[in-house]
């Protein structure tokens, strides 16, 4: 019985040292944090500098059928009727009349993927000039 009084009270020595010491840790471990948070802020910037990905070919389609539509039916204005009747039109549509927005999204996707390529190769070197990653390609969403 001595041995286990003594290995308990060796255990809630070591108990109460290792505290210290993980306080001690915790503490370095902030700091390494603090390292982090400053290394993921640098991280997601560079991300957000990233290319965003093009829309599928049924989006295309949305944009002019959603015109055509509220012409038509200028009274409708949930976007839940308008999507349903597009997506209704799009699955009786044939592949010939979708080519057009295939074509677009296809065209779309080549100009996502030669950015990507370039800017892959920027962050590989680590260049991260805003110039160089032709940021202010957002005319799509001038309206």
Known sequence: MTKLKTTTSSASTSTKTNGKIGALVNHGETKRKAGKKK????????????????????????????????EMNPDIKSMRHIGKACGEKWNTMTYEEKVKYYDIAT??????????????????????????LDLDDDSDFDG
């Open 39 to 70: 290394a993921r802020k640098i991280v997601s910037r560079i991300d957000a500098m990233k290319p965003k990905k093009p829309p599928p070919a049924f989006f295309y389609f949305l944009q002019d059928f959603r015109k055509e539509y509220q």
């Open 107 to 132: 065209e779309k996707r080549a100009e996502f993927d030669t950015a990507m390529v370039k800017f892959t190769k920027i962050k590989e070197r680590g260049e991260f000039d805003e110039d160089e």
